[in-house]
């Protein structure tokens, strides 16, 4: 039962250019998504997130898309530096019958930024 | 920066011993999780935890698992008697509000052997 995908294992961008990792999800119950990069022997570490009632949220270097319609949201990096280099997940959470949100992730996307 | 913390960072436990994780959350937060991750698969939801109770659980989180907030800072995840597929990272994470972002300890290793 996979509610959230990335479909791309990996990718490699050259240093300086965009980076686009993308993610589709399945449950219309979701409404609030959420990146996460991961270091290895490390804890996933926020990064930015988007409310479905927006389609679009820019912090920094980062911004993220989201196509309701499509169900579908992508991370954007530009310009792409040699320390993004890490695992990216993606993570849905929705507005379910408990009061605490879980986060259902998705499997993740090796970013890999070569100098 | 306010960061969650967990002990032990590795934990190496005999099949059928009981193990406690410790978490201590961001000390503002009021919502707590537990998640894991199996060499090489995803991050799994196992369980949250608001105002002192169960909030949520996932099929992962069985009767051999407890969480407990033993007093105000401490929040722990138990395995009563572990199984080698219990071999995992278990991350502990924290958020401020239901809707808000949660964010994660560094991850304790816990290997069953």
């Given amino acids: 039962d996979q509610q959230v995908k990335q479909n791309s294992p990996s990718l490699s961008v050259q240093e300086g250019r965009i980076s686009i990792l993308n993610c589709d999800y399945t449950n219309s119950m979701f409404d609030y998504f959420l990146w996460y990069k991961k270091y290895p022997a490390e804890g996933p570490t926020f990064l930015i997130s988007i409310s479905s009632i927006k389609d679009k949220n820019e912090d920094g270097r980062f911004t993220v898309f989201l196509n309701k319609s499509a169900k579908h949201l992508s991370l954007h990096i530009v310009p792409s530096q040699p320390g993004d280099s890490a695992v990216y997940f993606c993570a849905a959470s929705g507005d379910l019958s408990g009061s605490a949100r879980q986060l259902t992730f998705g499997s993740g996307t090796q970013l890999t930024v070569l100098p | ?113």
């Fill in chain 2, 1 to 113: 920066e306010p960061e969650v913390t967990q002990t032990p960072s590795h934990q190496v436990t005999q099949m059928g011993q009981e193990v406690i994780l410790r978490c201590v959350p961001i000390s503002n937060h009021l919502y707590f999780y537990w998640y894991r991750q199996i060499l090489g698969q995803k991050v799994e939801f196992l369980v949250s935890f608001y105002n002192n109770e169960i909030s949520e659980k996932s099929e992962i989180f069985d009767d051999q698992f407890s969480v407990e907030r033993p007093d105000g800072s401490n929040f722990t995840l138990k395995i009563r008697s572990t199984k080698l597929e219990d071999s995992a990272m278990y991350f502990c994470a924290s958020s401020i509000s239901t809707g808000a972002e949660a964010f994660f300890g560094q991850g304790t290793r816990l290997t069953v052997v």
